[in-house]
């Protein structure tokens, strides 16, 4: 499916083909002090080179049209970005 969104002010748009089936958090340091855009505050993406892949997040609360019910439906995975352990769940994940 095609994802719209952008961040507060609208400056930052994005057009993406996503299947959001899941969405993730993750406790690295690019994740908790990463970029944003500067005029509104809100990280639209980011991206990061995984397995020979390079890939782009999208911040899931950046999408246009999404309800809380659909955002709720949403399963996430928890990935031990810190310790380069991406397809483990942090010992401790309840702050992210």
């Not at 002010?9 to 406790?27: I, K």
Request: net charge positive; aromatic share 8%; hydrophobic share 40%.
């Amino acid at each position: 499916m095609i994802v719209e969104g952008g961040c507060h002010c609208g400056a930052v748009r994005f057009r993406a083909q996503s299947a959001l089936t899941e969405t993730s958090r993750c406790n690295c340091s690019i994740c908790a002090k990463g970029r944003f855009w500067k005029t509104c505050g809100v990280k639209v993406f980011g991206t990061v080179s995984f397995e020979g892949q390079n890939l782009v997040a999208i911040n899931v609360m950046s999408i246009d049209g999404l309800t809380p019910a659909q955002l709720a439906a949403l399963p996430v995975k928890y990935e031990d970005g810190r310790h380069d352990a991406w397809a483990q769940k942090p010992a401790v994940s309840s702050y992210l």
